[in-house]
């Protein structure tokens, strides 16, 4: 039988995307506990929204950088791989989100460091001594998943996967859906997950960034807000 | 009362892998039921560290983020320094933070520690709000649960990871027991069967009772620590 993905790569990749996974994803609401400040999704809006996030916002911008920066990893192009990270870092307009996004992603890369040890996060470590790169989590988990041997359209998926996972982790929280209709809204998404990982596979470097003002409005307010739960 | 400094140091005999790599800074876990006095010890317990050569910086894990952290900070204006007490979102999970998955902690220290590198004393307050609450030993080299006498003698006799297997049980607001129908000999004595004679101290933050033990213990530790991986 022609298995196109090795058993161990197929292990890592659903290692690091399991929700027990030291990722410091659940404090991160990706932009929904806002939202729910603003009083501005319900329970039924809840599923466009992730679909919306998904097609304009993490697909432009996260899953992008991931898919060039994987395969910049692989064709061992480590100056792509440096300016993938500078522009997804420059294009994440909410201090939040840049926070998160390296916080999550230095954590990875050390940890990662220590649980797959490959070459290429040896290589990027190195580059974060130099002060070449941030430690962007999207382009940390691209170096992460190519030095495992996981195909970039997998390892996109798995992201896309995990941030939609911790999407409805959040939901439920924030009292927005219930751990059974999560279930549905996740498994709702599917197709979603599908087409961005399609359109992500498409773009070049200068496509990178999403594009969602009202996202980044409500993410400004939850910057500001007297309590929060999620650090984003 | 039972004198903490006489008691094992490190009850868990935790195997080698399961400690935190020396990295010159100590790090404390401060854990307890909501309301029992954890930011208040802290408050309490920085100018003491401090009096005794230590460098602390504090990171407060809340429900509702900075409420902690701002109250600490009004606190001790003119002790430590703002820049040096941080609040860590949980997303609702507290637990989650300090134990299962404490990345974001680990990067709210590291943060602290490249903008202060003189820092040698981290204290984590963990917004958990039960008994079962432990922190990561890849997190924190030792913790304290802080139980208050309001919340009843029994508190002990529940056990719980927290309360059994924290290095340092701390037994606070002794003296509004008589007032809460807490029998503190009680409390006291069940504490230390259930800990099988391990470390219990009695506090009261405010007027600094049993601080100085706390602080004492915390560098003994260090020390032994220091000692047994020389």
């Known amino acids: 039988m022609n298995d196109p993905i090795p058993i161990p790569a197929l292990l890592t990749g659903l290692q690091l995307t399991d929700s027990a996974f030291p990722s410091g994803y659940y404090t991160l609401s990706h932009g929904l506990e806002g939202f729910q400040q603003a009083r501005a999704v319900t329970p039924s809006s809840l599923p466009a929204l992730l679909h919306d996030l998904l097609r304009h916002s993490?697909?432009?911008?996260?899953?992008?950088?991931?898919?060039?920066?994987?395969?910049?990893?692989?064709?061992?192009?480590?100056?792509?791989?440096?300016?993938?990270?500078?522009?997804?870092h420059a294009t994440k307009l909410g201090r939040e989100a840049r926070q998160a996004a390296v916080r999550?992603?230095?954590?990875?890369?050390?940890?990662?460091?220590?649980?797959?040890?490959?070459?290429?996060?040896?290589?990027?470590?190195?580059?974060?001594?130099?002060?070449?790169?941030?430690?962007?989590?999207?382009?940390?988990?691209?170096?992460?998943?190519?030095?495992?041997?996981?195909?970039?359209?997998?390892?996109?998926?798995?992201?896309?996967?995990?941030?939609?996972?911790?999407?409805?982790?959040?939901?439920?929280?924030?009292?927005?859906?219930?751990?059974?209709?999560?279930?549905?809204?996740?498994?709702?998404?599917?197709?979603?997950?599908e087409e961005t990982v399609d359109a992500a596979l498409d773009r070049e470097l200068p496509d990178i960034g999403g594009c969602v003002p009202v996202a980044d409005v409500m993410a400004g307010r939850h910057e500001r807000a007297e309590a929060r739960l999620f650090a984003s | 009362m039972h004198d903490p400094m006489q008691a094992r140091h490190h009850h868990h005999d935790h195997d080698e892998l399961m400690r935190r790599p020396k990295d010159g800074v100590l790090r404390v876990g401060v854990a307890g039921p909501v309301g029992s006095g954890k930011t208040a010890l802290i408050e309490a317990l920085v100018p003491l560290l401090i009096e005794r050569g230590r460098t602390p910086a504090v990171i407060t894990n809340d429900i509702f983020t900075t409420e902690d952290a701002a109250h600490v900070r009004r606190t001790l204006a003119g002790i430590l320094e703002a820049d040096r007490i941080v609040g860590v979102e949980t997303g609702a999970c507290p637990h989650t933070a300090v134990r299962d998955d404490p990345t974001m902690n680990q990067a709210a220290a590291d943060e602290l520690l490249e903008r202060f590198p003189e820092v040698d004393t981290l204290l984590f307050e963990s917004g958990g709000d039960n008994l079962t609450l432990t922190f990561s030993p890849a997190l924190v080299d030792l913790f304290l649960f802080v139980l208050d006498t309001a919340e009843g003698d029994k508190m002990p006799r529940k056990r719980g990871p927290g309360i059994t297997e924290c290095e340092l049980l701390v037994i606070n607001k002794v003296d509004i027991a008589p007032y809460v129908r807490c029998d503190l000999a009680v409390m006291e004595s069940d504490a230390h069967r259930v800990r099988d004679g391990r470390p219990v101290v009695l506090t009261n933050s405010l007027t600094g009772e049993g601080l100085g033990t706390i602080a004492d213990f915390l560098l003994s530790h260090e020390a032994a620590q220091e000692t047994a991986s020389a």
């Open chain 1, 58 to 88: 993490v697909g432009p911008a996260d899953a992008t950088a991931l898919a060039l920066a994987h395969r910049a990893v692989t064709a061992d192009d480590w100056d792509e791989v440096v300016a993938v990270e500078q522009r997804l």
């Open chain 1, 104 to 193: 999550t992603g230095r954590q990875l890369l050390d940890l990662a460091d220590e649980v797959y040890g490959t070459a290429p996060i040896e290589r990027y470590r190195g580059l974060y001594r130099d002060g070449a790169v941030r430690g962007c989590q999207p382009v940390v988990a691209a170096v992460v998943h190519a030095g495992n041997g996981l195909p970039v359209r997998q390892a996109v998926t798995c992201e896309l996967f995990a941030f939609a996972a911790s999407f409805v982790g959040a939901a439920m929280r924030l009292r927005l859906t219930d751990h059974r209709r999560a279930q549905v809204v996740l498994h709702g998404a599917a197709p979603v997950i």
